[in-house]
């Protein structure tokens, strides 16, 4: 059992560093379904419950690095969110992704009232800080999991649904490519101007192609980590009723980081490079508290997963009729949201390769709107207990 705070950090990132290591050298084809994100959840999640550490030992180790890592690691991840760059979108792809985001919101307020008997009338939270990862990604998820105190049995839940339905998404979202025609046949799509977009997309995806250099890295590092140590101290100072720290400095950070992405700091090289060491080493740190203990409440918290994309898949249909939406834009959307910018591109090039570029900038709308909608969210299904 690790009983050292050091050595309890090393392996978190230890670890993480050797599965992404794995996929590089190796190539497995798991990887496609399961990537090492989803892997440092899962094997996280195991080795807490298999006490591989001391939880008590290692908590002020957890407690210094969490919160402070987090905050840096929005404000990094919303670098790339420069609404000048999401114009390349159009209004169309843009209402596609929103419509995706609002019909999983709708999903979680229905699916809280539904099921809050059997997860508990404080389950909100757990769900809000899901519904922000189903919106854009993990990162989100992160955030608003410390803006609200998510209990670590209802994070841990939240974690295995999470983990669950990305895998089995990314599969049916696949397997589903070969009856495209199909579904655009019954909504009558329009798909004249997608390769118009798909250039302007890719084209703005290339102008982002620098090479990663020290400077930019060690800038990133300092800049991010004194944007967290401020926004932390602000966000106690301007606490207020229902806005606590936690929320109060994720809006502090998520303000910040759209601004400075207009800025020239945005076009930094080695953005999204930080912002996953970030994201990884997060993820590890949240996974690390939540056993698979939980798994007894489980089943109902799938069941509210399932529940949720059964509604999510309902409302783009009806919206692809009522607009006339592709399944290529509706699938990259869908995936936008459920696994952020990392995921849609794989949906988005299976279709065609000139399509990356949109899944790109759909999953970077996705980190800039998510920690919002998600908290939004929560304030919504807290007037319902």
Known sequence: MINNGFTYIAFLIFFAAMLVAVKKATNWKIFNFVPPIVMVYLFNMIFCTINLWDMEATSVAYSATKNNLLY???????????????????????????????????????????????????????????????????????????????????????????????????????????????????????????????????????????????????????????????????????????????????????????????????????????????????????ASRAGLNELLDAPMWLAAGLFVLIIHVIVMFLLSKLFHWDLCMVSTASLANLGGSASAPIVASAYNPSYTGIGVLMGVLGAAVGNIMGLGIARIMQLFI
Do not use: H
Request: hydrophobic share 55%; with cysteine; glycine share 10%.
């Open 72 to 286: 840096a690691m929005i404000f990094v991840m919303l670098l790339r969110c420069d609404f000048r760059k999401l114009a390349k979108l159009g209004g169309r792809m843009t209402a596609i992704f929103m419509g995706g985001a609002i019909s999983i919101a709708v999903g979680f307020v229905i699916a809280f009232l539904l099921f809050k008997g059997s997860l508990g009338v404080e389950s909100w939270r757990g769900m809000a800080a899901l519904a922000a990862s189903w919106i854009g990604g993990s990162g989100n998820m992160a955030a608003v999991q410390d803006a609200l105190a998510v209990p670590e049995a209802d994070f841990g839940a939240a974690l295995i649904v999470d983990t669950i339905f990305y895998s089995v998404w990314i599969a049916l979202l696949l397997v589903v490519i070969p009856f495209a025609s199909k579904w655009n046949k019954a909504v009558k799509a329009d798909t004249s101007k997608l390769d118009s977009i798909a250039s302007a997309a890719n084209a703005e995806i290339e102008k982002e192609s620098n090479s990663v250099d020290f400077t930019s890295l060690l800038t990133l590092l300092g800049l991010s980590l004194i944007v967290s140590a401020i926004t932390q101290n602000l966000g106690g100072v301007l606490a207020y009723g229902m806005l606590d720290k936690g929320t109060v400095t994720v809006l502090l950070v998520t303000v910040i980081g759209l601004a400075a992405a207009m800025s020239p700091i945005g076009k930094m090289s080695g953005v999204t490079e930080m912002s996953n060491i970030y994201l990884y080493v997060v993820i590890a740190l949240l």
